[in-house]
């Protein structure tokens, strides 16, 4: 069973940080790309972030680009996001994915995700 656990959501002042972790089970975790996704309150679902898990390539979406650092450590089979200097429109809840493909358009990240985590709610305060 593929399974997809999130962890280290918070509420944190504008200019923190924060860590997202994303245990991943029930596969072979160098096959996938792993993708990072939110969603805020009566907006569309986004695409954060996304590493390679074959390879270590990593996208970013222009909004947290500089800001935001995926990284994976593929002995323990978990994806992290390093979120510095967040701001009050990161909040939303995060989620971890399972992706075949990610890419960048001109206006957006995006994937072909066949699996998703539970999320896990970020707030950032003003």
């Known amino acids: 069973e593929v399974q997809l656990v999130e962890s280290g959501g918070g509420l944190v002042q504008a200019g923190g940080s924060l860590r997202l972790s994303c245990a991943a089970s029930?596969?072979?975790?160098?096959?996938?790309?792993i993708a990072w996704f939110r969603q805020a309150p009566g907006k569309e679902r986004e695409g954060v972030s996304c590493?390679?898990?074959?390879?270590?390539?990593?996208y970013y979406a222009d909004s947290v680009k500089g800001r935001f650092t995926i990284s994976s450590d593929n002995a323990k089979n978990t994806v992290y996001l390093q979120m510095n200097s967040l701001k009050p429109e990161d909040t939303a809840v995060y989620y971890c994915?399972?992706?075949?493909?990610?890419?960048?358009?001109?206006?957006?990240?995006?994937?072909?995700?066949?699996?998703w985590g539970q999320g896990t709610q970020v707030t950032v305060s003003s």
């Open positions: 994915t399972r992706a075949t493909v990610c890419y960048t358009t001109n206006v957006a990240l995006g994937a072909l995700i066949d699996y």
């Open positions: 029930g596969f072979t975790f160098d096959d996938y790309n």
């Open positions: 590493i390679s898990s074959r390879d270590g390539s990593t």
